[in-house]
């Protein structure tokens, strides 16, 4: 019986893409990391503890690129600094899709209810020929994978 065969995505070939933004590629995103605590509980005169599981938590979203006119990003931040992430517009659903060899859509997350909590211009260096890079870290309330 032949197996069919599947190759990994590269972590090279993916995309953004924020409601209501329109964004250049990013060079880098880091996805949320989600985890759950374990907690350790004994009923009455029980000898022994169980572990049942906690609240499911998710980290941030971060992602990175070369700085450019386009001040979306930055204003997007601006809003939600000044009138807090329930302010219209303030948070956002934002998907990371990864492509695979032949170009189709691969892995996806879809997270909602996004919002910035950091925005930073990069490091200016005179001596140096780096591209100037802008970062932003994202909260989120939710994370579901597709595929």
């Not at 069919?4 to 590629?25: H, M, N, W």
């Not at 979203?61 to 992430?85: D, F, I, N």
């Not at 329930?86 to 492509?99: H, I």
């Not at 032949?102 to 591209?131: E, F």
């Amino acid at each position: 019986m032949a197996t069919e065969r599947t190759d990994p995505y590269k972590s090279f070939r993916f995309r953004v893409e924020i409601q209501g933004i329109q964004v250049a590629a990013f060079s880098n995103a880091t996805i949320p990391e989600e985890s759950m605590d374990a907690i350790d509980y004994r009923e009455g005169t029980d000898p022994y503890t169980r572990r049942l599981s906690g609240m499911p938590k998710v980290g941030t979203l971060s992602l990175k690129r070369g700085m450019s006119s386009s001040l979306e990003l930055y204003e997007w931040w601006l809003l939600v600094s000044e009138l807090g992430a329930g302010a219209p517009g303030g948070r956002k659903n934002v998907s990371v899709v990864v492509v695979d060899d032949a170009g189709n859509d691969g892995a996806r997350w879809d997270m909602a209810g996004v919002w910035p909590t950091k925005y930073q211009s990069g490091d200016l260096d005179a001596k140096g020929g780096d591209v100037l890079i802008e970062s932003l870290e994202l909260a989120l309330e939710t994370i579901k994978r597709a595929r």
